[in-house]
């Protein structure tokens, strides 16, 4: 039998919404001078059906003794909706308003690779790149960077389609 250790909470999409959420980690500072400051893992979910709502549970695997800063990306027809939630303990506690952010679109009539990014030495990235119409994250091609002595990715974007794609920085970093 498999155990689990961690946390988990539900939330329930409407039929035409579909969320994600990723816990943001802040990277040790024994490990900044080689790391991005802030990287991203995606919580793990199950989902289920009731009528013409999704209920989803979310799985926090590894919750720090503190608190754990969550971003919670909700996909409608051709939008999304950014808000931040915090969990602290047993409790979780979302912003009232969704979060305004500065943001790109990703769109091109040709094939073409995007953004050159490093990874931290446990392979945890600093952005991520998302298809809106399946929610699914596209999966960096990695290489090894000789110059630089460090693992890097590009995603490969496919024509004619758009991503959505999110960094965590600090505010002053604009």
């Known amino acids: 039998m498999e155990t689990w250790q961690g946390k988990h909470f539900s939330i329930t999409d409407p039929e035409d919404v579909s969320t994600v959420i990723y816990q943001i980690n802040k990277t040790e500072k024994e490990h900044l001078k080689d790391s991005p400051k802030y990287t991203v893992d995606r919580l793990d979910y199950m989902e289920e059906i009731r009528g013409e709502l999704k209920q989803k549970t979310f799985f926090v695997d590894n919750p720090s003794e503190d608190k754990d800063q969550l971003i919670i990306l909700s996909f409608g027809k051709e939008k999304v909706v950014v808000n931040m ?90």
């Open 85 to 174: 939630a915090l969990l602290e303990g047993n409790t979780i506690s979302i912003c009232k308003k969704p979060v305004a952010v500065k943001f790109e679109s990703l769109y091109s009539e040709e094939e073409k690779e995007y953004k050159n990014f490093r990874y931290t030495p446990n392979l945890k990235r600093p952005i991520c790149i998302i298809d809106p119409e399946t929610t699914e994250e596209i999966k960096p091609t990695l290489y090894f960077d000789e110059k630089t002595n460090e693992v890097r990715g590009k995603c490969k974007l496919k024509p004619y389609k758009s991503y959505f794609a999110f960094e965590i920085r600090d505010k002053k970093e604009d």
